[in-house]
């Protein structure tokens, strides 16, 4: 099965928790703070490999999580950093934020790695608080969140040259028979409804990939038929074989059909160099053929009569083919990939407050229950400092503004707390 889209769910390691803890060693008197800090969470990298062809992969898997950082340990030991995640994708992978519909990446080299999530950050234990002034911190902090993001994958099929032609033109039967392709071959339009990549090899060992491209018609660029869902793959060709079935009651048209179809997808596309591949000629009599080879020699420099059932003049063709390999070089595909934000913005500051009844309150966000975690209700000092963050953040106006009164219960993760003026 081809797969060349699917989107897939990333979320990136939390950062591990600081830890309040204390030097207790025989002899050492007033040891002081010794709470380590917590581990980062791990990263989420997307890895573009020549090891796959499709993203058939994510069909099975579409949720990836990096590994979480470790709390901290006492005596100042820092919590071990979660293992980043490396997601592997085929060369020509296109990613997208789902959230904003950015493109964030375009894997188009073997090896090229893009951070997708960044891990959120381990918090620091009671030990770095310390100062001249305050020897006897009582409070941590919490790691920070991970990321999760939802992206789409996008792959671009990289061939050297894309096979076009109307459908039954006779695409798989030549791909099958100049390659190591084996598609379905059948009588019947549609036959190919995924792309077949086919490896040519030529004299010197070396070879090079023939795209065979499902059948188009017109109005594939509306997405008629088999739609533009198969003419983004012929973009990072470095030119097309446009074959045409002589049997066809208008040749001519038909090639012309389908060149309004690139052009209207892009102009880009249009303007790619084209050989012509006059299929079928062994079930059309001398004088139709030379009547179509100078037709279209009136269009194009390079056209050929070819028989890809059997096999007459195919292999002068795939000589010249060889030498276009050779001539004409990549083209250079400029995906406009913009500033990606999300793959290290992780704040989770935003909350939310609830009354739940006449006389309670819940204030719930990511970072305020975070904090909340690594805070003791019976630690007078930790519960100081929560309260002035909770007062930086506007909780507290926010309180007002949903009508509470002194008196009143506030919950907050596991703390509860009577709200005073």
């Given at each position: 099965m081809f797969i060349d889209k699917t989107k897939i769910k990333v979320q990136s390691g939390k950062g591990g928790n600081g830890i309040v803890a204390w030097r207790r060693e025989k002899y050492v008197d007033k040891g002081g703070p010794a709470g380590g800090n917590g581990g980062k969470g791990g990263d989420i990298y997307f890895v573009a490999t020549e090891d796959l062809s499709t993203l058939m992969d994510f069909q099975y898997q579409s949720v990836f999580k990096a590994e979480?950082?470790?709390?901290?340990?006492?005596?100042?030991?820092?919590?071990?950093?979660?293992?980043?995640?490396?997601i592997k994708v085929p060369v020509g992978t296109i990613i997208k934020d789902c959230a904003n519909g950015k493109i964030i990446a375009d894997l188009a080299k073997e090896g090229q790695t893009v951070l997708a999530a960044k891990g959120g950050r381990g918090g620091r234990g009671n030990a770095c608080f310390a100062t001249a002034q305050k020897r006897a911190p009582q409070f941590c902090e919490p790691g920070e969140s991970g990321i999760e993001r939802t992206l789409e994958l996008e792959l671009k099929l990289i061939a050297d040259v894309g096979l076009l032609g109307m459908p039954n033109a006779g695409k798989s039967t030549f791909i099958?028979?100049?390659?190591?392709?084996?598609?379905?071959?059948?009588?019947?339009?549609?036959?190919?409804?995924?792309?077949?990549?086919g490896v040519v090899k030529k004299d010197n060992g070396d070879g090079y990939v023939i795209a065979d491209i499902p059948g188009l018609i017109e109005g594939a660029s509306e997405g008629i038929g088999l739609g533009h869902e198969f003419l983004r793959h012929v973009e990072r060709c470095r030119f097309l074989i446009h074959l045409v079935d002589l049997t066809a009651d208008n040749p001519i048209n038909n090639y012309n059909v389908i060149n309004q179809e690139l052009k209207k997808h892009s102009e880009q596309l249009a303007s790619v160099y084209q050989v012509i591949a006059l299929n079928k000629i062994d079930a059309v009599d001398e004088e139709n053929q030379n009547h179509y080879l100078?037709?279209?020699k009136k269009i194009a420099n390079d056209v050929f009569l070819i028989s890809a059932a059997t096999g007459e003049n195919i292999k002068d063709f795939m000589y010249f083919i060889e030498g276009?390999?050779?001539?004409?070089?990549?083209?250079?595909?400029?995906?406009?990939?913009?500033?990606?934000?999300?793959?290290?913005?992780n704040d989770d500051s935003s909350y939310s407050v609830y009354k739940v009844d006449k006389h309670t309150f819940i204030v719930e966000g990511g970072k305020i229950f975070r904090l909340a975690n690594v805070t003791d209700g019976r630690n007078t000092e930790q519960l100081y400092r929560f309260q002035n963050i909770l007062k930086s953040m506007g909780v507290f106006d926010a309180l007002k503004a949903s009508g509470i009164q002194e008196g009143d219960i506030v919950k907050i993760g596991h703390l509860e707390f009577e709200y005073l003026f």
């Open positions: 979480n950082g470790e709390n901290g340990y006492i005596k100042t030991q820092h919590g071990r950093c979660g293992k980043d995640l490396f099958s028979n100049v390659s190591s392709a084996k598609p379905k071959i059948a009588d019947y339009p549609f036959t190919t409804l995924i792309p077949h990549l100078a037709e279209f276009k390999v050779e001539e004409i070089p990549k083209p250079i595909i400029d995906v406009e990939v913009e500033e990606d934000d999300g793959a290290t913005d």
